[in-house]
């Protein structure tokens, strides 16, 4: 079974532009969840999509936005990027509807900001 | 928001030693996990303990979860190079939430 795929892996933009991250989950997982790893906040929540649907968010502001495809594949965006936006962004995917949280990580995109 | 603290925040020990890692979190909680990142990769999930449950073994590693101290340990046995990595656990504060809330993580080297 394929794991987690993100794409890109690597991304360089400008302050002010915006960019689209992509998350294909492992085939039949329904939720995917998306978190922003950085050297000084650590791993933290953006959010978690089940059925097309945001079922839960973390304290980001509204630039952060994200949406999950009925083949559960999800896409975050990011729009008037900041400095403070460079992080690597994972992706996680769970078969959800088991009680088990278990998250299945993929390799993560790393964004810089310049 | 951090959920907590890991402790130690780095560990340096030789192969074949035992690394023993500790997670408090700040709820309560439905389960707790402890994952593995290598150089900033993905993370790799290790092992989940329900808050029902005291003690879980999985091949060299070990868990533990203590509820009324708000603590978990992550016991690994016969250290390997290959065990080199930062590990981080995580809680879920309700059943059926994904919302993971994870620790600043413990660096461990492990030294040939």
């Known amino acids: 079974k394929a794991g987690v795929t993100q794409t890109p892996r690597y991304l360089i933009k400008t302050r002010g532009q915006q960019v689209t991250l992509s998350c294909s989950p492992i085939s039949g997982h329904r939720s995917v969840s998306w978190y922003q790893q950085t050297p000084g906040q650590g791993l933290q929540f953006l959010f978690e999509?089940?059925?097309?649907?945001?079922?839960n968010k973390g304290n980001f502001p509204g630039r952060f936005s994200g949406r999950q495809f009925s083949n559960s594949r999800s896409e975050m965006n990011v729009s008037t990027l900041e400095l403070g936006d460079s992080a690597l962004y994972l992706c996680?995917?769970?078969?959800?509807?088991?009680?088990?949280?278990?998250?299945?990580f993929g390799q993560g995109t790393r964004l810089t900001v310049v | 928001s951090q959920q907590g603290e890991e402790d130690p925040q780095a560990l340096s020990i030789q192969e074949g030693e035992n690394a023993t890692m500790n997670c408090s979190y700040k709820t309560s909680i439905n389960n707790l996990q402890w994952y593995r990142q290598n150089s900033g990769r993905g993370l790799v999930h290790l092992i989940l303990?329900?808050?029902?449950?005291r003690e879980k073994h999985s091949g060299r590693l070990r868990v533990t979860l203590d509820t009324s101290k708000k603590s978990s340990s992550l016991l690994i046995t016969a250290s390997r190079a290959a065990d080199t990595a930062s590990y981080f656990c995580?809680?879920?504060?309700?059943?059926?939430?994904?919302?993971?809330?994870f620790g600043k993580g413990t660096k461990l080297s492990v030294i040939p």
């Open positions: 999509y089940f059925s097309e649907t945001q079922r």
């Open positions: 303990i329900r808050s029902n449950e």
């Open positions: 995580a809680t879920d504060e309700k059943a059926g939430s994904y919302q993971l809330t």
């Open positions: 996680a995917s769970s078969p959800a509807g088991q009680g088990n949280t278990e998250a299945f």
